[in-house]
């Protein structure tokens, strides 16, 4: 009797938290739908007028301003140009979200209207400046996931953490935010969510648990010979060799030292070195990436970059070489628990077929600062482009798409933005449930 007394309350509790999860999605739906055009006239302004890494200025103050409008206390200069938006609404969790601000020096091709023009001084160099990670894209999202979160702020209880972080494309970003107190002077996250672009079809949203994107670690290597004349090798110590046979012989590590079932990458970049054919330069500069999943894959990697490096130079008898490897940012671990409960609510909201399983990235995030601080947290993926193009890039042959990072990245923004609105909103409102 209790069993049969039971199970149609399970089943009757079990129907109002999928009910409820539909009159999420419903609600949010219907308030994206208002505010696109405002929020396209936004997007296009950051598109066009994109700033590097830790000078986003003007970028930091429309989001300022945005969210002052919709009613966030929002605190300024975190971090250098980070920017703090907080709103109070009850007793409960406190979640964060978090959108990058930069963009990438480099020249915009995509081709559309509002593409950028901007320029930047960069280490002293004239620079061009475009928005080909996305990041234009996430703030956009941003704004509207808090708009649409206060909209709907009967549904909800707990405190919204909202943050914009420089310089996330060089890393260092998020690392200056904490080091300002971003946990100390504000209040520390239960919960954290940050998504990117990704050249998926738009309408969906790809997700993981565990690790989503690598270690990345930067090699800047100074190989130091003997200058001389080029007819006259034997009076001189030709660093260009040196360095030839460390770019080489450093694959091996790749190849032959790495567990091949492991991800693992080191590719040399930019080789710096000598100024015309007839003369032997003095030193050549080697700068590289290291990527990595697993902290095993990197000691392994870190360790072999030196002693090549050592080994190329002591095989020509020449002095150790200056090897400096630094840590940019360590691979993203999305919490399982946090993922298997709002995994079924992006269902939902964008139907099954839009949500689904992506093998982590071999790109690096310093997002991972936050979640390193003990954060439960998901990073997941929104798609841009349209599906017949994704298909078409797939097939032997296909017209290839433009990556991340490409000159010609170019997100349909409309779809692209509201899924992202709606992803974030439901995955936010889930863990803050009444
Ligand atoms: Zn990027
Ligand atoms: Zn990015």
């Given at each position: 009797m209790k069993f049969f007394a039971l199970l149609p309350l399970a089943a009757a509790a079990l129907m109002m938290t999928s009910s409820a999860h539909a009159d999420n999605a419903a609600a949010v739906s219907d308030q994206i739908k208002g505010m696109y055009p405002q929020l396209s006239t936004f997007y296009q302004d950051l598109h066009a007028h994109p700033e590097i890494a830790f000078q986003e200025v003007r970028t930091a103050a429309k989001l300022a301003a945005e969210m002052r409008a919709i009613g966030f206390e929002v605190t300024e200069?975190?971090?250098?140009?980070g920017v703090v938006a907080v709103y109070k609404n009850g007793a409960g969790p406190t979640v964060l979200v978090r959108t990058e601000l930069d963009g990438l020096p480099m020249e915009e091709k995509?081709?559309?209207?509002?593409a950028s023009k901007a320029h930047a001084l960069l280490d002293g160099k004239d620079t061009m400046v475009a928005h080909s990670c996305g990041h234009d894209i996430h703030m956009t999202s941003w704004v509207g996931t808090a708009r649409t979160l206060v909209a709907l702020k009967a549904q909800w209880k707990g405190t919204l953490l909202f943050i914009a972080q420089p310089a996330e494309e060089i890393g260092g970003g998020a690392r200056a935010m904490l080091d300002d107190g971003l946990f100390r002077r504000f209040p520390k996250p239960d919960y954290a969510f940050a998504l990117h672009s990704w050249p998926?079809?738009?309408g969906t949203i790809g997700y993981n648990s565990g690790i989503v994107s690598s270690n990345a670690d930067a090699i800047e290597i100074t190989f130091k010979g003997r200058g001389g004349h080029g007819s006259a090798p034997d009076k001189a110590l030709d660093p260009i060799a040196i360095a030839a046979r460390f770019v080489v012989d450093v694959q091996t590590l790749i190849s032959?030292?790495?567990?091949?079932?492991e991800f693992g990458v080191v590719t040399i970049g930019a080789i710096n070195g000598g100024t015309v054919g007839n003369i032997i330069p003095d030193t050549v500069r080697v700068r590289g990436t290291i990527r990595s999943f697993s902290p095993e894959v990197r000691a392994k990697l870190i360790e072999g970059v030196s002693r090549v490096a050592n080994a190329s130079a002591a095989m020509a008898a020449a002095p150790a070489p200056d090897i400096a490897i630094t840590l940019l940012g360590r691979a993203v671990d999305n919490d399982d628990a946090l993922v298997q409960r709002t995994a079924p609510v992006l269902k939902q909201a964008l139907g099954d077929k839009n949500v689904y399983l992506m093998p982590a990235m071999t790109a690096s995030e310093d997002y991972s600062e936050f979640v390193n601080e003990g954060v439960p947290s998901m990073y997941f993926f929104t798609g841009v482009y349209e599906a017949k193009a994704v298909e078409e890039a797939a097939r032997p042959g296909g017209k290839p798409l433009a990556f991340?990072?490409?000159?010609?990245?170019?997100p349909v923004p409309e779809p692209t933005i509201k899924t992202a609105i709606e992803a974030m909103s439901v995955a936010v409102m889930n863990v803050m449930a009444r």
């Open positions: 200069k975190v971090g250098k140009t995509s081709g559309v209207a509002y998926a079809p738009y032959r030292e790495k567990d091949p079932r991340n990072h490409s000159p010609y990245y170019a």
